[in-house]
């Protein structure tokens, strides 16, 4: 059993900056890749990026570039960097691990 906490989440400006961090509690992280997902106003939910147990990452193309993954198996967390943040990043993020979905944190991106 995994329970997955995102953190982060905030309101920041265009070309801001938010880090956000999904903390595993329970069983931690497996070797299955760690995902993250977001779901904006009216939209599908879909994935942003996702990281493998040897740190590869990988990135949809409309974020290459501006967010970076991180992983820390030891602390059992996974951070998303996001840089150069534009109003179409608003979403509710969520972290993705085997089964386990997080609750969401809300990431608003406005002036």
């Known amino acids: 059993q995994v329970q997955l906490v995102e953190s982060g989440g905030g309101l920041v400006q265009p070309g801001g900056s938010l880090r956000l961090s999904c903390a595993a509690f329970?069983?931690?992280?497996?070797?299955?890749?760690v995902e993250w997902y977001r779901q904006g106003p009216g939209k599908q939910r879909e994935l942003v990026a996702s990281i493998n147990i040897r740190g590869g990452a990988y990135y949809i193309e409309r974020v290459k570039g501006r967010f970076t993954l991180s992983r820390d198996d030891a602390k059992n967390t996974v951070n998303l960097q996001m840089n150069g943040l534009k109003s179409e990043d608003t979403a509710v993020y969520y972290c993705?691990?085997?089964?386990?979905w997080g609750q969401g944190t809300q990431v608003t991106v406005s002036s």
């Open positions: 329970g069983s931690g992280f497996t070797r299955k890749n």
């Open positions: 993705k691990h085997d089964d386990y």
